[in-house]
């Protein structure tokens, strides 16, 4: 069975700061993990994702995250946050080719000017 | 139901025919929404509903794109026409707040693939 956790519904961070939105996941077999980012009334975005090649993901938007197998982690960080950045981001697992998709209930981040 | 699920898990449909997805939302959401995700391009939002409106609003402009939501817990996407250009996985989510609503939390169903030959 694959799920997701993300520790902290809501998280503020001060422009220009660093952002970190945590995920956990839990999967029997390796996983491909992603992050996302949604914008009020529009659809999902792919940021990044992993799919068992470099441990350390780059995606766009300067956020990049980091797969953790011993601490079944992919967290988001971004080093400097901008205010375009507030929004709502969600952590996804899926355990091969991506047709089913396990996704966390999101994390929604405000960037205080 | 403690989430959002959505039938069939696996869809294989013949180019042409008519489908429909299933999606049970979780009881006292207001806010129901049809993505149509790939694995490299990340998801676009197909159509949604708020409160009890039974048809939903589709973005595509083919049209052979809508939702009836004959319960408000229930919603079924139905593709016309199917295209092989279809295939895809179809993620159902659904939020206790209106769209677009600041902190709108969504639910996700874990998707049904659809592959049309």
Known sequence: AQSVTQLGSHVSVSEGALVLLRCNYSSSVPPYLFWYVQYPNQGLQLLLKYTSAATLVKGINGFEAEFKKSETSFHLTKPSAHMSDAAEYFCAVSENTGNQFYFGTGTSLTVIP | ?117
């Open chain 2, 1 to 117: 139901g403690a989430g959002v699920s959505q039938s069939p898990r696996y869809k294989v449909a013949k180019r042409g025919r008519d489908v429909a997805l299933r999606c049970d939302s979780i009881s006292g959401h207001v806010t129901l929404y049809w993505y149509r995700q790939t694995l490299g391009q990340g998801s676009e939002v197909l159509t949604y509903s708020q409160s009890d409106a039974q048809r939903d609003k589709s973005g595509r402009p083919s049209g052979r794109f809508s939702a009836e939501r004959p319960e408000r817990s229930v919603s079924t996407l139905k593709i016309q026409r199917t295209e092989q250009g279809d295939s895809a996985v179809y993620l159902c989510a659904s939020s206790y707040s209106n769209r677009g609503q600041l902190n709108e939390k969504l639910f996700f169903g874990s998707g049904t693939q659809l592959s049309v030959l």
